[in-house]
């Protein structure tokens, strides 16, 4: 490695012109460079890794969850570049999404719940679309904490196609994780509450706060969530939490898990010394539980009829669950909080907030004890418990607060360790022996490797996401960046080669997939495209066919865009009127996108090459409204406008 900065520094010695040239600084030679910044080597060698000359793509992207942002982020490995962010929970206006266009129904409409628009979303954990156990790169789910939700973003052009909400739990955590080829998106709830979100008062807690795991059913063919074909199963009110789907030999079952087995549920009102704040109350037991349900027989449960009705949704009972052992507990310690499948499925890591391990559990093992029956007790609710020791594959001493663990190519997990502020890399087929620890700046959540959850995973790289930044950037205001630090694992120690502030939304957790696994359309094709048929719609519009036509107060255009004009340039309606606007974006380029918006009415549409766009509107505003193109798409770009006229009543 040392060899390095001669040979750089040789390169540029015979390189005289460039040391020269205006745009280095004045300052071309590396050493003189290194030395007025105060770069070390290691410093050189990070940059060189990660520096990405203008024009070359890098060879990761990871999606990255916005928090509350609501949207996705996109970044680009080894640069730590943001490529885009994908709007999903929240209206996004250069992506015309929330501003009058077609993707208002998705986020306003199938995103309402119980009628109420929600125009944010706490996005926690973006999952990659599977096919046995890898990454396709077709599809991303994220879930909503907040409202209990889940999304479908289609990767052939980054667009939300869909959100589903939840009947039965209005807070979820532990989604959205796939199954290994993506049968079903799981969302398991997080606070308990009555399901279906009736009233009850707190006191009665243990017997009627429940929560649930909903898996959504996935119908790849559609591109959708089907919610006809999808179900939920009836949990009990302990705290769910992460969660992951087994692979291969642990198929067929899911891992999550919770804290508050203690069925805390703060003072409700009531002095301090008499009920517990949440926090304590909900951290007095030593261990909580793995939740691990059998989906496959919950699927053939419910379609047999055992399921009752939520809002219409099927549940399948707590008691059935737990009578026909589709879900069983096991203790896990202490406030758990990361639950992660390794590679081979056959083993399940989880880490305690409050505990100073990662727990491997053995999947033979616990299988063997739920087919024989053998368990060590039952919890308050009857559902069958195992034994802790029996189901072990180990524990590995970490450090404090292990939270999530993810995987590489040599056998090796990385663990981050919040408290402690480390990632800690072990063997999870070794457990016990022994570990290096990385400090990373600061408070690390989750952490994400190169396919790291995958039944394959790459290796290379990891990236430490961590909550807090304190003095690694430019002090900002009171509200910082988190911080993402990239740590290449391709040699025999870790070595952290960028940092990478995060200014929009806490992120949680992000799934890093190889570039060229994610096939994106260059433009939509044929024109007329609607993105959320994937078919010309019936009513685009080609050249030659732009009109206006009338139909009592409704009025319909059937407008076209392409370098440089809007046709028609000119729209008269009548105060009252409900003006449709039939877009159709004419070009068939890559990157020559235009916009649309009409000034004093709240409208921008991306008009991407080829796309469809549909904007209705009730004209209730009279006046003269400029409407134009948003993007600079051409030289005469800011020509492309026209004019809404809107006659008030009675002229
Ligand atoms: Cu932030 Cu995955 Cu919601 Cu851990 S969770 S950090
Ligand atoms: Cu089209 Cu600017």
């Known amino acids: 490695m040392r060899a390095l900065i001669p040979m750089l520094l040789a390169a540029c010695q015979t390189n005289p012109p460039e040391q020269t040239d205006a745009s280095s600084g004045g300052t071309a030679d590396l050493a003189t460079i290194m030395q007025e910044r105060g770069l070390t080597e290691q410093d050189v060698l990070a940059a060189a890794k990660t520096y990405m ?38 209206p996004e206006p250069w992506q015309g999404y929330g501003y009058g266009g077609l ?56 667009t939300t196609k869909q959100i589903v909400t939840n009947p039965v739990v209005m807070s979820d955590h532990g989604g959205a994780f796939v199954t290994m080829n993506t049968d079903y998106v799981v969302e398991t709830s997080q606070y308990a509450a009555p399901l279906g979100g009736e009233y009850l008062p707190l006191d009665q807690y243990n017997e ?27 949990l009990p009110p302990y705290a769910q939490d992460l969660a992951d789907a087994g692979k291969f030999d642990s198929d067929g079952y899911v891992f999550i898990g919770s804290w508050n087995t203690e069925r805390a549920y703060g003072t409700a009102g009531e002095d301090p010394k008499k009920r517990p704040f949440m926090e304590s ?31 219409g949704f099927p549940v399948l009972p707590l008691e059935i669950a737990a009578a026909e052992k589709v879900l069983t507990l096991l203790p896990e310690p202490k406030s758990p909080h990361g639950s992660d499948v390794t590679p081979d499925g056959k083993a399940i890591v989880v880490g305690g907030k409050l505990d100073t391990h990662a727990t491997v559990f053995e999947w033979s093992k616990i299988q063997h004890e739920i087919d024989e029956g053998d368990y060590a007790s039952k919890d308050p609710y009857g559902v069958p418990v195992l034994d802790f ?16 663990t993810v995987f590489d190519d040599k056998g090796h997990a990385y663990t981050s360790v919040f408290l402690d502020s480390t990632v800690v890399k072990w063997d999870y087929n070794n457990v016990g022996g022994p570990t290096e620890a ?64 995060i200014g929009l939304g806490e992120p949680h957790y992000a799934q890093m997939i190889k570039a060229d696994k994610v096939k994106s359309i260059p ?22 066919k732009e009109r206006i036509e009338r139909n009592g107060n409704q009025v319909n255009v059937y407008m076209t865009a392409i370098r440089s004009h809007l046709t028609p340039d000119y729209i008269q309606v009548n105060e009252g009127d409900t003006v449709t606007l039939h877009i159709t974006s004419l070009e068939q380029a890559l990157d020559q996108t235009h916009g649309f918006a009409i000034d004093m009415y709240n409208i921008n549409a991306s008009l991407e090459p080829g796309r469809y766009e549909e904007i209705t509107f009730k004209a209730d505003r009279a006046g003269v409204f400029p409407y134009y193109c948003t993007e600079f798409c051409s030289a005469l770009h800011l020509e492309m406008m026209g004019y809404l006229l809107v006659k008030p009543r009675g002229v």
């Open 53 to 90: 000359p203008s024009g070359k793509h890098d060879e990761y992207l990871i999606f990255a969850s916005g928090g509350h942002g609501g949207n996705i982020v996109v970044i680009g490995v080894p640069s730590m570049r943001i490529l885009k962010y994908i709007a999903v929970f929240g």
């Open 523 to 544: 433009f939509y094709t044929p024109i007329g495209t609607n993105p959320y048929t994937n078919a010309v719609d019936p009513n685009a519009t080609m050249a030659g």
């Open 103 to 158: 993707g208002d129904k998705v986020l306003y409409e199938e995103g309402a719940q119980a009628g109420k628009e929600i125009t944010w979303g706490d996005v926690h954990h973006p999952n990659l679309s599977e096919t046995n156990g890898d990454y396709d790169g077709q599809f991303l789910f994220v879930n909503d904490k907040a409202n209990g939700r889940v999304a479908v973003v289609d990767l052939a052009d980054y």
């Open 281 to 311: 109350g909900a951290s007095q037991n030593d261990t909580d539980y793995l939740h691990i349900i059998n989906w496959k027989k919950a699927a053939e449960l419910v379609k047999a009829g055992k399921a009752k009705q939520v809002h």
């Open 389 to 404: 020791q029996k189901s072990l594959r180990g524990q590995q001493e970490i450090g404090l607060g292990p939270l999530h």
């Open 438 to 501: 990385l400090p990373v700046q600061y408070n690390i959540g989750h952490i994400t490797a190169a396919e790291g959850d995958t039944a394959s995973p790459d290796g290379k790289y990891v990236v430490a996401m961590n909550k807090m930044s304190q003095d690694r950037f430019q002090n900002v205001g009171p509200l910082l960046p988190q911080n993402f630090q990239l740590i290449d694992i391709s040699g025999p120690k870790m070595q952290i080669i960028a940092d990478m502030p």
């Open 208 to 234: 009627k706060y429940r929560g649930a795991a909903t898996f959504w059913k996935f119908d790849r063919a559609a591109g959708r969530i089907d919610k006809s074909q999808s179900f939920a199963v009836e």
